[in-house]
């Protein structure tokens, strides 16, 4: 059983969060690179500007590198390569939210599955840790093409969301996110899912969000500067970058499809993504929308209300404890995977 460890933590602005230690995953598989001992994963831009974000939000790495790693692990000397850091830290990010919020795996569950490459670390500590006989009770609902492959291809039962009776809700979602900020705020959608994304989230009891230390950002907009994702009506898209301009978008532009695929990326709505990069987003206060900077929720409401705009890769607003009977956008926890091996979690 894990051991919660909640600390009130209050930072600069008065933000208020907890984070939470538990006891890292004790079945996690030696598989993949290893973490080098303290200090030689090199230091990175993002690793810097994460670091002083939390000194500054008073954070700090409650759990301890290598303690959930098996011993053979901990007495590696070698020093993985930058990709492989990435891949391991979304990995133990993975192992350690699905311990948490699985255990003690229920029958019957019905999970939501995000897109992208931290969810199919999700999918193996799901297959891993759920033992076989409760596995083959519980149902998997994807968010896109991406995730409804990755979910049959692990022997999973497949479900859609269409197929949700109303009033009904999924236990747990568990999703990535390419920028998380202390307020649980996400920016999502690199990947093109983030309409199926939302709806999945917001048809769950709560949403768990996985990811590696590169997302995590005092303010949206800081680390991920392509912009926030929106999807958008094909015929709608001139009309729509325009809008973008006139509220201050720094260059939006309808994301290219190469080289995969000539013209516009295609989602699997049928729609196109224009990215639109702002200022980084306030997390309180309100907008100086002269100045083009704004606050999440005041954009988010902005955005959404742009005709021919189909969804947007903000979520914002509520987290599942909060809206209680689903609908609710943002994360109840967040879980970094970070360079030293350690897994930070910050909670609604
Ligand atoms: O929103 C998403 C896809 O639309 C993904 O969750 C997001 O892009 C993170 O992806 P990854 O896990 O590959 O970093």
Aim: hydrophobic fraction near 35%; charged fraction near 20%; aromatic fraction near 6%.
């Amino acid at each position: 059983m894990n051991k919660h460890h909640h600390l009130l933590l209050r930072g600069a602005s008065s933000l208020t969060v907890s984070l939470c230690k538990r006891s890292g995953p004790t079945h996690l598989p030696p598989a993949g690179p290893l973490f080098p001992s303290s200090g030689a994963g090199g230091t990175t831009t993002a690793a810097t500007i994460v670091s002083n974000f939390f000194s500054r939000h008073h954070h700090s790495t409650l759990t301890s590198p290598h303690h959930h790693l098996p011993k053979t692990a901990r007495m590696s000397t070698t020093t993985p390569s930058p990709v492989d850091l990435i891949e391991q830290s979304k990995r133990l990010a993975a192992f350690q939210s699905v311990t948490a919020h699985l255990v003690p795996f229920p029958s019957r569950t019905r999970i939501g599955i995000g897109s992208g490459s931290t969810v199919i670390y999700v999918v193996e500590a799901i297959t891993t840790l759920v033992p076989p006989t409760t596995l083959s009770t519980m149902t998997f609902y994807p968010t896109g093409a991406q995730s409804e492959q990755l979910i049959e291809s692990a022997g999973l039962n497949l479900q859609y969301i269409n197929k949700l009776p109303p009033g009904t809700l999924l236990d747990v979602c568990f999703d990535g996110a390419d920028e998380v900020d202390p307020n649980l705020n996400l920016i999502k959608g690199g990947g093109a899912c983030l309409w199926q994304e939302k709806i999945v989230a917001t048809s769950s009891k709560k949403f768990v969000c996985v990811a590696d230390f590169r997302k995590m950002s005092p303010a949206l907009g800081t680390m991920w500067k392509k912009g926030i994702p929106i999807e958008v009506l094909p015929l709608a898209a001139n009309r729509v970058l325009g809008e973008l301009e006139r509220m201050g978008s720094l260059g939006p532009k309808v994301r290219p499809g190469l080289p995969g695929k000539a013209g516009a990326v295609v989602t699997d709505n049928g729609m196109w993504i224009v990215d639109a990069p702002f200022r980084p987003l306030r997390v309180e206060g309100t907008s100086d929308k002269e100045k083009g900077e704004w606050q999440v929720d005041e954009l988010a409401d902005a955005l959404i209300k742009i005709p021919g705009v189909a969804e947007i890769g903000l979520f914002y607003g509520k987290n599942g404890n909060q809206a209680g009977e689903g609908g609710a956008q943002k994360p109840v926890e967040a879980y970094f995977g970070m360079e030293d091996g350690s897994v930070k979690v910050l909670s609604a």
